[in-house]
């Protein structure tokens, strides 16, 4: 054998003689343990605790351990959400500052539970189902689609539409920033247009372009006004909108 192979023998955690010099191990051939140690080694004698009975031990804790959570189970289906409906139900929100005393079926959505119940109409229903941003309120802050999101759920949050934009007869920024540049055609995506914009200037009063894009990128007009939409947006921004 080589001095080169001689050293790598050397190297290794265990050489020749069978002893290890490396990491240590939990038993050696000596059947002595050195590392971990063993329930009960080849002298037959306990040491600790035997496998049958660290074994019976783990099942049993597995056992309590399953019924234990099987009870929890139950007792959380016993003690969880009250069930509610599916009849009408009084559901207080506040929209726009006010509370509104409503009795509505659970399964009422917020744009519905608004617009037909409390008759502000200013939000539209276009899709329904949350793809174009017509029905945009802000609920604690942040745009929500009202259309797919239940009245109940909104209960204790602070609701915004976009008819509460408006202070007596003057327009909100935003709102005769679309008038002035005319950013609108058959109009029915305008409300929710507004409310995304108020949104999102609220929270960035001086938007980038790439900003304001991805404010508004939850919004669709199908007339295609974006441009003026765009526009109309940077112009409220020159002017100025409040934090509410
Ligand atoms: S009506 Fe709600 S997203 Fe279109
Ligand atoms: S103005 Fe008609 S959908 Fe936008």
Same mark, same amino acid.
């Given at each position: 054998?080589?001095?080169?192979?001689?050293?790598?023998?050397?190297?290794?955690?265990? +050489? +020749?003689?069978?002893?290890?010099? $490396?990491?240590?191990?939990?038993?050696?051939?000596? $059947?002595?343990?050195?590392?971990?140690?063993?329930?009960? +080694? *080849?002298?037959?004698?306990?040491?600790?605790?035997?496998?049958?009975?660290?074994?019976?031990?783990?099942?049993?804790?597995?056992?309590?351990?399953?019924?234990?959570? %099987? $009870? !929890?189970?139950?007792?959380?289906?016993?003690?969880?959400?009250?069930?509610?409906?599916?009849?009408?139900?009084?559901?207080?929100?506040? =929209?726009?500052?006010?509370?509104?005393? &409503?009795?509505?079926?659970?399964?009422?959505?917020?744009?519905? !539970?608004?617009?037909?119940?409390?008759?502000?109409?200013?939000?539209?229903?276009?899709? *329904?189902?949350?793809?174009?941003? !017509?029905? /945009?309120?802000?609920? *604690?802050?942040?745009?929500?689609?009202?259309?797919?999101?239940? %009245? @109940? *759920?909104?209960?204790?949050?602070?609701?915004?539409?976009? +008819?509460? &934009?408006?202070?007596?007869?003057?327009?909100?920024?935003?709102?005769?920033?679309?008038?002035?540049?005319?950013?609108?055609?058959?109009?029915?995506?305008?409300?929710?247009?507004?409310? %995304?914009?108020? !949104?999102?200037?609220?929270?960035? #009063?001086? #938007?980038?372009?790439?900003?304001?894009?991805? $404010?508004?990128?939850?919004?669709?007009?199908?007339?295609? /006004?974006?441009?003026? @939409?765009?526009?109309?947006?940077?112009?409220?921004?020159?002017?100025?909108?409040?934090? =509410?």
């Amino acid at each position: 054998m080589s001095e080169k192979d001689d050293r790598f023998n050397l190297s290794r955690a265990r +050489d +020749d003689s069978g002893e290890s010099r $490396g990491l240590p191990r939990a038993n050696d051939d000596s $059947g002595e343990s050195r590392g971990l140690p063993r329930a009960n +080694d *080849d002298s037959g004698e306990s040491r600790g605790v035997s496998r049958r009975d660290f074994l019976k031990s783990a099942g049993v804790g597995g056992l309590a351990t399953a019924v234990t959570a %099987a $009870g !929890a189970a139950e007792a959380e289906a016993q003690t969880g959400p009250r069930v509610v409906g599916p009849g009408d139900v009084p559901v207080t929100l506040i =929209v726009n500052g006010k509370r509104l005393e &409503l009795r509505i079926e659970p399964r009422v959505t917020l744009l519905d !539970a608004i617009r037909n119940r409390a008759d502000l109409t200013g939000n539209k229903r276009v899709c *329904d189902r949350g793809t174009c941003g !017509a029905c /945009t309120m802000i609920v *604690d802050g942040r745009t929500i689609y009202s259309c797919s999101t239940l %009245a @109940i *759920d909104m209960v204790g949050k602070q609701i915004r539409t976009v +008819d509460g &934009l408006s202070t007596g007869n003057v327009l909100h920024p935003v709102q005769q920033a679309f008038c002035d540049v005319d950013a609108l055609m058959c109009g029915f995506c305008t409300p929710g247009f507004v409310v %995304a914009a108020t !949104a999102l200037l609220e929270r960035y #009063p001086n #938007p980038t372009p790439e900003q304001a894009r991805k $404010g508004l990128d939850g919004n669709v007009c199908r007339c295609g /006004t974006f441009v003026r @939409i765009m526009e109309a947006t940077m112009a409220a921004a020159a002017k100025g909108v409040r934090r =509410v």
